[in-house]
């Protein structure tokens, strides 16, 4: 039988890319957790990645590229009952949309945000990212790259996250158990995933990622946020896995009164007939 | 009778008080008003001006010159004689001497006996205005806030008092209360869009549309309705469209400056079809300008917010009433064409106080205008000029909400005759919304020689001041974009005056752009300061 | 002699290489080109289309029928059928029948004896047209790239063999080579902003204005200027003011959305009085539209810019060469008024190449215009009109940048009066730069009948229209806001089109507003294509 | 004699206010590192904080909200050889401009930043900013922010800054020195410094302060990135004093072919003819 989050539509990833293996994880890991294409509301930004909700069977939203994190913020309080889910460049996450970045982590809201970390600007043709190395050479940056780039799990731990992982499109399976972990998550699911960019990408290869990534060591305790937090900012091997992972009150527990979809309640304009008494 | 009252003294020197205590006072006692802050731009100091016009009857405006004057901080008279009217009252503490007008004194010491407080002048002067207004010695039982402490309470009833004794007491008023509820333009704005179904609501602080949040977020329990502080305008204009795709009545507010980053926004919701309101509340420009005043210069960002071509409304509501039907009409017109909706308030509307009626229920609306559920569903038809909404969640149609052109089922196209399908698409959509829209109200002798053209917060100046002349009408428009349908006779035969706040004259201009209407003069304030009566007459007679 | 050249096929499948060794050959040969890429927004696949008009005369368009078809993915004959001229030669891989044109085959199986690579086609085909059209088998060893390795230089320059004697070769034409170099719109936007003195350029990638920020890195060092990718649009437009602010000359560019989120700081440049110069390479939207398409949709975007009213240019240049002239004007009127200028271009300027002579140095200028040093400085002296600029550091006078009205030497104020007057200064600074501009430019019968009104990238079609047709002129504006001063008997005697990349006619409302002028017909064009002459021909003759 | 730095002009900010000693301390800086009013440019947003360019007698620059950090970036690179300070607002500088100092310190630009860090937006009356407590109740936040706080000293670190160090309005000669080693730091300096806000923020006070912060230990080594990450890390106790310092490459060291202002090469119409070759 049919993926039920398969949609048969014309794709416009390069042949190789990345982010086919992480669309297919979403998929199974969507079927493997028994949800619904009407269950689940995937919002991105744009670039390549940003592509992904028009490939999903799925609720989609494709809107501004930085600006998914603050939609997804938007959709998941109107309705809570929904599974959201973000898809979004590293350009988009960490560069345009930066600032959400920062904000939206802090509120630990109970959605998946996963990041397609190809260490470039895929869809504009090659440009550094945020997450491009040092002295890099890129399509823009031919002398080489002349920012510190950042460490997004270390960004993200230090900023309160509750669920922090990294994963590589190209261990699917591990990327699958990734993405159900983050789904069952209660609160922010961070995983950065990543992303091969055969067209613009020369550095970062498969074969690179599968050379510079490592297990996370067997003893790693993933309530340990110091230890987590050290891991996050090596910079020699890239460690694969669940860093750290936390209970604790989602954004919406702290809104007390409220309880399911804003829209649950009637309303009519007589409702303001208080401010007139 | 119609009297005015000048509260004039430092940020956080008690001025914002005595307003509160004195409004409901005068409404008590049968009087109308029409009140406006003048603030700095400081948290402490310098000089802030509230002006309290009061009448027996309605009024639609406030006069600039005072009768009476309370001079609460280091004003000096002689700078606050420029408005006063002749033969003002003023209430000083100064020891400076006034010999044209009248003065009731309130020696320093004689307050430092009650309060040590910077506000304690303004308290005395409350007393004595109350005794010199007929509010009766009782009104100083009213001068309460949960704030304070006992002792506090006490010093401060005890200064009234002291205020109240200071003048001849006239006899207590006996007119019935004035009905209504003492609303400011922002809380007019938030209640109109609870009244319209508001359900989230997100913003960031920025004056003066600050007040909408402020009152929002002290009902969001009652009402069950969401509200937050975003990081910045952008994620408040998003998470707006993000909360209104998943089926929530959403709404944020900004002034230009965070208006001009929310504007790639806007197109989003044209494109993806989902609802947004945006309040500007109009401050003077450019950049960080004067930011607690007041201007009418944000028209053509409005009306070019965004690239491209699309359906959008421009709303700008006349007075205070208004805030509240245009933002339950915003709500409604956001939902039933899927369009955003940018309504242009400014400082003058939001730092302006009345006392308003009920609204008239049966003219607002809360629908969502959804599509039947189950049906076979297409999320952008091209055919749909109105209606239809669906989100995810809503049935078990999966919608695909996107911002490039797209096919009818959301994913992206690249066809030009697609392109040109949705293009006209928005087109109809326009034409739709300006058959829906009201046209500019008329106001005035049947065959005037001269319409003042107006829009926005000035309809109350425009209306006292064809009131007070001859031969002149007003035409003042709520609803800018798209220009609704009107009939044009008058505008065609008589001399027209656009009257503005700003240097620019954008809506004449907007108004030749789209109707080839030709403005014989104009009357532009761009002073900070909001339009007035006089200084309309004024300028009337030097044209 | 003109001719024209589609190159079809999937992105990546090389046809950007093709057209890097095509026009070349054919500039050596004395043959003059326009040329035009039109490509999806994808990085491989799809379907893209260059076309290459090519004569041995001047052009000023392209055609959009061609007389030759190269498909080197799989497009179908039949779909290609409706660019190709009666006559046509398809050179083609597929098997498809084509009764109605010629056909020149490269059956797969052949190509791949040289090469695997999916671009083999276009090689073979453009050894086919080196032949055809005269350019030469010397030609052949034009084809190299430094990145490609021996093998695929041999395997290339095998298929181009091949593709050469697969057609009969007419004589090696003997023309001497049009001198000039090949350049895009957004090549001569660039160069001439470093004729300006450009030094500082700070952009975040958008299409179609990225090729402005690749062309500049590249030279980077060799022009000892600093450029520097920002972590987004507001980063890019505000460090571009921040290095205005101390001294360097800067300029910024992106598309529509990005420029929405620059809109903010056009304000601060105005109030704050430093010089910002920002490129809008248009592209449809509303929001993502058709990102690597065009349109002229941003006018209103660029009007409407910031809250607020303020002194701003708004330049839009007609063609390729005019890039060049029109950066070079923004950067001096920039630094002249201290205002924000902002060049409207488009993507069809932006893909467009053509062979461009060397300007006439002595119409450009780098001037800095600033104050003498030491005197006694006002930053901000509310009678300065132009020059007169300081920068931190330029002498020992202390400069205050300020956001808000403020006093002259840039501390803030809120005073009325200033509020007044430094909005009457931003109106003499619009006049002194109206006075600045140059009118639109004519181009007909000195009597015409109509005038097709156009602006921006289209003046070269609307040239050939006139060319083509009787009675009909055309009035082109390239300096937009302020409206320059212009002569105009023919706008009030002729019968008037907009000829515009948009649906609203916006550059038609925007002349009416600002001088009555009304449109008696619209041909505007609006499915993300460029205007052409054959378009506008047609839509004439429907009128 | 007076400080050079020092200017009559009218105050708006209240009385009691922490900003004074910020000002005041900004000033015994720079005369005590014998700068001139010229050498100076003071770059700020909008708040309370950024007025601050218009009480110093420096250059100065009063931008918009939240965008002075790319402004100084390119008033820098402009022209290295002026002595580039921000000043700012928490709320300008983590909230509307939290993007810019995302990007802004991996950097590494020879600029020193000062925070004036209220924990609340005092100019627009008193709402939560990015650093106000959890719960705490503001104007607006009327049951209590909902957010988890910013650690701007633990996201600065982690964001790659080669100088880090928490100072407070109240300890004005200890902020002096730091201001004075922050100036002296090759690269990019950050000082977040504790601003007690009287009109606005009634949980900060001046008392607050002193209870809740201490000196860094005796021993701490400021080149020990990992402990100064878990000390920055710590929300029970505010450390005062410099976390962190290490030597690195500035920005401008990577732009090799740069060499002092950008407007001393003389540039004129025909410096393109090479184009036209
Ligand atoms: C406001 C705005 N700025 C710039 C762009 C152009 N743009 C589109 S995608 C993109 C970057 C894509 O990079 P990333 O987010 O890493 O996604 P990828 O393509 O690598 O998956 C940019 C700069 C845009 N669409 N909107
Ligand atoms: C784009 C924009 N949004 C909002 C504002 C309104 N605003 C001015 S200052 C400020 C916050 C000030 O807080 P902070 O940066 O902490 O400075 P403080 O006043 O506390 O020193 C805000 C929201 C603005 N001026 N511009
Ligand atoms: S450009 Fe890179 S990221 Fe984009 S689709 Fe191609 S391979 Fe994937
Ligand atoms: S509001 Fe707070 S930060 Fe602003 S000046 Fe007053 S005390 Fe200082
Ligand atoms: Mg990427
Ligand atoms: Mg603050």
């Known amino acids: ?277 | 009778m119609k009297k005015t009252i000048h509260l004039i003294g430092p940020a956080g020197g008690g001025l914002n008080s005595i307003e509160e205590f004195l409004l409901p006072a005068l409404q008590r006692k049968g009087y109308f008003f029409y009140a406006y802050r003048n603030v700095m731009s400081r948290v402490r100091g310098g000089s802030n001006r509230v002006t309290i016009t009061f009448s027996s009857s309605p009024l639609r405006s406030f006069d600039e010159k005072a009768d009476y004057l309370v001079l609460m901080g280091k004003e000096r008279i002689e700078d606050a004689l420029m408005h006063a009217k002749e033969g003002a009252l003023f209430l000083v503490s100064t020891e400076e001497e006034c010999t044209t007008h009248s003065v009731i004194r309130f020696p320093k010491e004689k307050l430092q006996e009650f309060s040590r407080h910077p506000g304690s002048l303004g308290l005395a002067a409350l007393g004595t205005l109350f005794a010199m207004l007929g509010l009766g010695r009782s009104a100083i039982e009213s001068i309460q806030k949960d704030s304070w402490t006992e002792d506090t309470l006490l010093a401060n009833r005890g200064l009234a008092e002291y205020g109240f004794r200071l003048s001849e007491s006239i006899p207590e008023r006996a007119d019935a209360p004035v009905s209504g509820t003492i609303l400011g333009g922002n809380q007019a704005l938030a209640i109109g869009a609870l009244s319209g179904g508001l359900e989230y609501y997100s913003a960031y602080p920025m004056a003066p549309s600050t007040g909408i949040i402020s009152f929002l977020s002290a009902v969001e329990e009652k009402e069950g309705i969401f509200v937050d502080q975003a990081e910045d305008e952008i994620a408040a204009v998003m998470s707006s469209i993000g909360a209104a795709s998943a089926g929530a009545k959403a709404m944020t507010a900004t002034s230009g400056g965070g208006f001009a980053l929310m504007s790639e926004a806007v197109g989003l919701s044209a494109i993806a079809k989902i609802p947004l309101v945006i309040v500007n509340a109009q401050r003077p420009g450019p950049a960080t300008g004067l930011p607690t005043h007041t201007a009418q210069g944000d028209l053509y960002q409005a009306l070019g917010a965004a690239q491209g071509e699309f359906a959008r409304v421009i709303l700008a509501p006349g007075d205070i009433e208004e805030c509240l039907y245009e933002a339950n009409r915003a709500l409604d017109l956001a939902w039933k064409y899927q369009v955003p909706v940018i309504i242009l308030s400014d400082e003058h509307l939001s730092d302006s106080s009345v006392i308003m009626r009920p609204p008239d229920y049966r003219r607002l609306k809360n629908e969502r205008y959804l599509a039947e559920q189950g049906s076979d569903y297409k999320r952008y038809d091209y055919n749909r000029i109105s209606g239809g909404f669906k989100y995810p969640g809503y049935d078990e149609s999966i919608i695909l909400n996107d911002s490039h052109t797209h096919l009818e089922d959301g994913f992206y196209t690249e066809s030009p005759d697609l392109t040109v399908r949705i293009q006209e698409q928005f087109l109809q959509v326009l034409e739709a919304i300006r058959a829906d829209l009201e046209p500019p109200s008329y106001y005035g002798p049947p065959r005037p020689k001269t319409i003042l053209i107006g829009w926005g917060s000035s309809k109350g100046v425009l209306k006292d001041v064809v009131d007070q002349t001859e031969g002149i009408g007003m035409l003042h428009f709520r609803h800018i974009y798209p220009l609704p349908i009107f009939d044009q006779t008058l505008i065609k035969s008589c001399r027209l005056i656009n009257v503005e706040m700003n240097s620019f004259g954008q809506f004449g201009k907007y108004l030749r752009s789209e109707i080839g209407a030709e403005m014989d003069a104009s009357i532009l304030r761009y002073d900070g300061l909001p339009l007035s009566t006089t200084y309309v007459l004024e300028k009337l007679e030097k044209l």
Chains 1, 4 share one sequence.
């Open chain 1, 1 to 277: 039988m049919m993926n039920p989050f398969e949609k048969s539509v014309e794709n416009a990833w390069c042949p190789g890319c990345g982010n086919f293996f992480i669309l297919k994880a979403m998929q199974d890991a969507f079927e493997a957790e028994g949800l619904r294409p009407q269950d689940v509301y995937v919002l991105s930004g744009i670039g390549q990645a940003g592509k992904l909700p028009h490939y999903i069977n799925t609720n989609g939203f494709n809107g501004l590229h930085g600006r998914a994190f603050p939609a997804a913020f938007g959709a998941h309080v109107a309705n809570p009952n929904m599974k959201i889910v973000i898809n979004s460049g590293d350009g988009d996450s960490y560069g345009e949309g930066g600032n959400h970045f920062l904000h939206g982590v802090r509120r630990n809201i109970d959605i998946l945000h996963l990041i397609h970390d190809n260490q470039v600007y895929g869809l504009t043709k090659g440009q550094a990212s945020p997450t491009t190395a040092l002295e890099q050479i890129t399509t823009l940056q031919r002398t080489g790259v002349r920012n510190i780039p950042i460490r997004p799990l270390l960004l993200a731990l230090s900023l309160g996250a509750t669920f922090v992982a990294r994963g590589f499109a190209g261990y699917r399976e591990q990327l699958t158990e990734l993405i159900r972990a983050g789904l069952h998550h209660r609160g922010y699911a961070f995983i950065d995933i990543l992303q091969p960019c055969p067209s613009f990408n020369p550095v970062n290869t498969y074969a690179w990622y599968r050379e510079n990534s490592i297990p996370l060591p067997e003893d790693h305790d993933p309530t340990d946020w110091e230890k987590a937090l050290l891991l996050a900012s090596r910079e020699d091997k890239l460690h694969l896995g669940i860093f750290y992972q936390a209970e604790s009150l989602t954004f919406l527990d702290r809104v007390k009164y409220l309880d399911g979809p804003l829209f649950k309640k009637k309303r009519t304009p007589r409702d303001i007939e208080k401010y007139f008494r």
